[in-house]
């Protein structure tokens, strides 16, 4: 039996999840590093964990005093211009749904996972869930669709390094594309996502940020509510703000529909193996499911694709699991087209694995990368 | 909300995807659907190209409905309908039987209604003399002409804001036989230009001896629509009154069950619509079968939505 430490947000529902979960098979509770400790220096790994331990990484976000840190831990790295300064960062204020530096955000992240690299090099012999480098990784969209590419998984195709309105419209132009989606380099789920159709005349964007002015500066909210932008002058507005932090430009390809709206899953691979799917269903373009989209039926996507189709495209989830070989689990996200016989790798999530109450042979995620993870070490 | 899945059904039969190379099994039973998909218009194949397969394949002359779905740069917003449609005016010889044709069967998830980019589909009614269905989605350039045409029963036009050309393209059509006709007016946000004035003639001056069923649909001016045909000669013609998808309020509403001929009516469509639960109930009470189902909110008149626009 093995102990469990977790790097996590202690409050979070991921860690009481993980934690019932753990006491359903008998386990002991896992000891918990927080983020904000481990970042401030209050804890270190090597006083935390013991020899024989198997060490999980979980996501810090949801959590605004860590967001802080990270933006903190970014400062030193981030380039001069759009980042904030650590002093800047340290007295940031809570602001419901505001999206702050998400680059500096990340370079956070990937300084803090290059310190929690460090100390486990001092900790006792023990098991890691999750590639710390690949979280990185998976926190890049652009270097993810790069390597998933370079794999021959299936992706939508790119527009490399768009750095304004004006350049992502010329790409466009010479691409013959009339539809992309726009999303932040960093953002995670549907966080500064912008669904982009232009014919060359006139242009639409349906997005979940919001803008809003304050003292002559742009603000970029997160909104359960899309907004639909039609003027073309706020439309340059919103993505030369977006093209700040960073931006990563997918082709929209189209989704297939089931019972009267659109959907794409989200796939969990554990081991490599495509386990828990779910089918998320939208009738805006966006499907992430905590935009308060629902969740569809699996059996009816299976059946309308048919059971090779659907075998091959749960191998492109695996193809791009294995893209991630140090990483336990990840979160797949693959649009299947209105045919039904083509699907594509649209994310694929370092923390994707959160889908209480989904099962898959009767176990849920968490049970089941348990369970995995403990015959990988046998 | 918008039209996110295709028809199983058309013209009474069962929708199937036509593609290369599939024998025609039940030609005259079956409504066939010609569409590029997202992967063949990454393979640049054409429509026309696609059509023109189908036009050889045996049987082909017993075909009774067809339905055009996203022509190749559809999915795009870089193309309109009108290959498609000269393609199907030269077919005319080959499809002596054709009745249905829905030009743009195109869901929101390819290009959304009002990106779809239509032509005039005029000489579609001259070809086919024996056209009794005809179903058009999308309204940007969409051009209907006048048609003089004797058989045609059911006219839908589909858009998310529709130019009042087209109204008046309609208003000026001879169409002794029609039975059903369907106007989706949209929203001013996408081009909807339309105002009651321009439906009165529909309304008041018998303009289609036949109709039965009329629907001014989607509409933002549902609640004056609803006031002038409470009191047009209209409704003593009409089996179904379809004011669905639009902003039907109390006013419209009250106004419809004021109207002395409102009983003629067999059924009444308002789904979607933002009606007081009170006078919901009134209209539920009246002797007439009455969708009120999806009722939405707003807080004032601004707020309020068709179902149906981008």
Redesign the interface.
């Known amino acids: 039996m093995c102990y469990y430490v977790i790097v996590g947000n202690p409050d979070s529902n991921r860690i009481d999840f993980f934690q019932q979960t753990l006491q359903r098979l008998g386990h002991p509770p896992a000891r918990i590093a927080a983020w904000a400790d481990l970042l401030e220096g209050h804890a270190r790994l090597p006083e935390i964990v013991q020899a024989g331990d198997c060490v999980r990484i979980e996501s810090p976000g949801r959590d605004f005093d860590v967001e802080r840190l990270l933006l903190v831990a970014g400062a030193a790295e981030a380039p001069p211009g759009e980042r904030l300064s650590a002093l800047e960062a340290q007295s940031l204020v809570f602001e419901r749904g505001r999206i702050w530096f998400p680059h500096q955000w990340y370079l956070g992240l990937r300084r803090a996972l290059r310190q929690i690299e460090g100390q486990l090099a001092e900790c006792p012999p023990h098991r890691l869930t999750n590639g710390l480098a690949e979280i990185v990784v998976m926190f890049d969209k652009a270097q993810t669709h790069a390597r998933l590419c370079a794999a021959g998984v299936p992706v939508p195709e790119s527009l490399p390094d768009v750095r304004s309105y004006g350049d992502l419209t010329e790409k466009l132009r010479k691409a013959?594309?009339?539809?992309v989606f726009v999303k932040l380099s960093h953002g995670s789920s549907a966080s500064g996502v912008v669904a982009l159709?232009?014919?060359g005349r006139r242009a639409?964007a349906?997005t979940t940020v919001e803008m809003a002015r304050s003292n002559g500066e742009l603000r970029l909210y997160n909104s359960r509510r899309l907004k639909?932008y039609?003027d073309a002058s706020e439309i340059a507005e919103l993505i030369d703000a977006l093209c700040r932090h960073g931006v990563h430009v997918e082709r929209w390809?189209?989704?297939?529909?089931?019972?009267?709206?659109?959907f794409d899953l989200r796939v969990v691979t554990i081991g490599g193996r495509a386990c828990h799917t779910v089918v998320r269903q939208s009738?805006s373009?966006m499907t992430n499911l905590h935009l308060l989209n629902m969740r569809g039926d699996v059996e009816a996507v299976r059946d309308r694709m048919g059971t090779a189709a659907w075998a091959q495209a749960m191998e492109s989830c695996e193809r791009a699991a294995a893209c991630f070989p140090s990483s336990l689990h990840a979160g797949v996200d693959l649009c299947i087209?209105?045919?039904f016989?083509?699907w594509a790798v649209l994310e694929v999530n370092a923390f994707g694995d959160l889908l209480p109450r989904v099962l898959h042979d009767g176990m849920d995620t968490y049970e089941a990368e348990i369970r995995a993870f403990a015959s990988a070490g046998d | 909300m918008a039209i996110y899945e295709h028809l199983q059904h058309f013209d009474g039969k069962p929708v199937v995807d036509w593609e290369l190379g599939t024998p025609l099994t039940d030609p005259s039973e079956t409504a066939y659907r010609i569409s590029i998909s997202w992967e063949e218009h990454e393979a640049s194949s054409q429509w026309t190209d696609k059509f023109a397969q189908f036009l050889a394949e045996p049987g082909v002359e017993e075909v009774t409905a067809l339905i055009v779905g996203p022509w190749e740069g559809a999915m795009e917003s870089d193309g309109s309908s009108e290959a498609a449609t000269e393609a199907i005016v030269a077919a005319r010889e080959r499809l002596p039987n054709l009745k249905a044709v829905f030009v743009g069967e195109i869901l929101a998830e390819e290009a959304e209604i009002s990106w779809i980019q239509q032509s005039d589909l005029s000489a579609l009614f001259n070809a086919y003399p024996l056209l009794e269905t005809f179903y058009v989605r999308g309204g940007n350039g969409l051009h209907l002409g006048s048609p003089a045409h004797d058989h045609l029963k059911t006219l839908v036009v589909q858009s998310g804001g529709l130019d009042v050309e087209v109204v008046r393209e309609v208003v000026a059509a001879l169409l002794p036989a029609l039975e059903h006709l369907e106007l989706w007016l949209g929203t001013e946000n996408y081009g909807a230009t339309t105002t009651v004035d321009d439906v009165l003639p529909i309304l008041n001056d018998g303009l289609f001896p036949s109709l039965k069923y009329l629907g001014l649909c989607d509409s933002e001016i549902a609640d004056a629509i609803a006031v002038a045909i409470a009191t047009a000669p209209i409704l003593d013609q009409l089996e179904v009154l379809d004011l669905s998808l639009g902003t039907l309020s109390d006013e419209g509403a009250l106004a419809l069950i004021a109207a002395p001929s409102i009983g003629k009516l067999r059924s009444l469509d308002i789904h979607h619509h933002y009606v007081s639960p009170e006078v919901v109930d009134q209209l539920l009470a009246l002797p007439v079968s009455v969708d009120a189902t999806s009722p939405e909110s707003a807080v004032d008149e601004d707020d309020r939505y068709v179902a149906v626009s981008e």
């Open positions: 013959g594309w009339g539809r159709r232009t014919d639409q349906t639909v039609e390809l189209p989704k297939a529909a089931l019972n009267g709206a659109s009738r373009p087209t209105p045919s016989r083509s």
